[in-house]
Every structure is written in C-alpha cells, then in structure tokens.
C-alpha cells in the first residue's frame, strides 16, 4: 500500500551537492518514520537519516552528520536528502525507507518496511 519512489540520482563530481527526492503515495504518514539508507558495492546497507514525519527529532548518523540534511515536503508527500561536498567514497545506491509508529519509542536505523527501488548516486574524482 505504501509505495516511495527516489529520484535524482545521477553521476556528479566530488565537491558537488546532490538532492535526492523520495516521493511516497498510499498512506497518510503522519505516524510513519521516514529513513535514508544507501549501500556501495560490495559493503552493507548504511544507515544514513531518519525522523517522524510529524515530529521534529531528525537523526543522523556520525558519518554524515553536518554533510547530508534531510528535509520534506508535507504537500508533496516528499522527503529529500540533500547531500553537499560530496565524495568519491559516497558512491552507492540511496532508498528511502519507512515504517510505522506503533509506540513513543523507535529505533531510527532498523525495522524499516516500506522500501524504494534506490537511486544511484557516483561521484567521481
């Protein structure tokens, strides 16, 4: 029922800044988390961001914190992913992913169930 679909994944060059957009249809989201992932090849599925569609706690992991901003768009359905000073080794395939709240507490990395099909993101030297 829930359906995310990214967008704007496309070869860049290090350096430059990337805006990644995951649109999501079926299902109002105000109890939902919203999360970014992306995984390079040949290494796991790295958690990148996440937060409650209607909260205001954004998390981020240490990796990427004060590099990647998550932001949305509550009209649009949209959330996006803007990625600045980009570098080679951010080279991979990016989702969006989302999953339900069922209590006060969530954990912002794992449980996700809703996935899109992925955007890929190459950075070139």
């Known amino acids: 029922q829930v359906q995310l679909a990214e967008s704007g994944g496309r070869l860049v060059q290090a350096g430059d800044s990337l805006t990644l957009s995951c649109a999501a249809s079926g299902r109002a989201f105000s109890n939902f988390a919203l999360g970014w992932f992306r995984q390079a090849p040949g290494k796991e599925r790295e958690f990148l961001a996440a937060f409650t569609w209607t909260g205001n706690s954004t998390y981020y992991a240490e990796d990427v914190k004060g590099r990647f901003t998550v932001s949305r768009d509550n009209a649009k359905n949209t959330v996006y992913l803007q990625m600045n000073k980009l570098k080679p080794e951010d080279t991979a395939v990016y989702y969006c992913?989302?999953?339900?709240?069922?209590?006060?507490?969530?954990?912002?990395?794992?449980?996700?169930?809703?996935w899109g099909q992925g955007a890929r993101v190459t950075v070139s030297s």
């Open positions: 992913a989302a999953k339900p709240m069922y209590g006060p507490t969530w954990s912002p990395a794992d449980g996700y169930v809703y």
